[in-house]
């Protein structure tokens, strides 16, 4: 890791957050807030980008370092973090290990969802 890379992904960062919120926010104004549409939007057109990125990448296109990790770490991982996780599944999924990616899947899916009460519950409780 060098301080040209964490510039790269920086900047990206900051695209891909920009990005989120302008999805999100044109999701919510055009079909409301009251299910979360606009991070189901992000979630699964973050994954499709994600895909076609790494494809390309793997068959045409071979970006710098910088510039890969600007692309996937930065854009997209601010746009979306459900696409490296996606990512991740169908990687373990191609190599095989299906067990390993359902597995993954429901200790994400489980654990995020448990993390997210705990903090929600003890910081009522320290806060109250």
Do not use: K, Q
């Not at 359902?102 to 200790?107: L, R, S, T």
């Amino acid at each position: 890791m060098n301080a040209s890379t964490l510039l790269f992904v920086a900047m990206g960062g900051a695209a891909g957050a920009v990005g989120r919120y302008a999805v999100m926010s044109a999701v919510g104004a055009t079909f409301g807030h009251g299910f979360p549409l606009g991070t189901i939007t992000v979630n699964i057109l973050g994954s499709f980008l994600l895909g076609a990125v790494v494809e390309v990448s793997a068959l045409v296109w071979s970006p710098s370092p910088e510039l890969r990790a600007m692309i996937v770490v930065g854009v997209l991982g601010a746009f979306t973090t459900f696409s490296t996780f996606s990512l991740d599944v169908v990687t373990l999924m191609n190599r095989g290990e299906v067990g390993a990616a359902f597995a993954y899947i429901a200790v994400s899916v489980v654990a995020s969802i448990a993390a997210l009460w705990l903090g929600l519950t003890l910081t009522r409780l320290v806060l109250s």
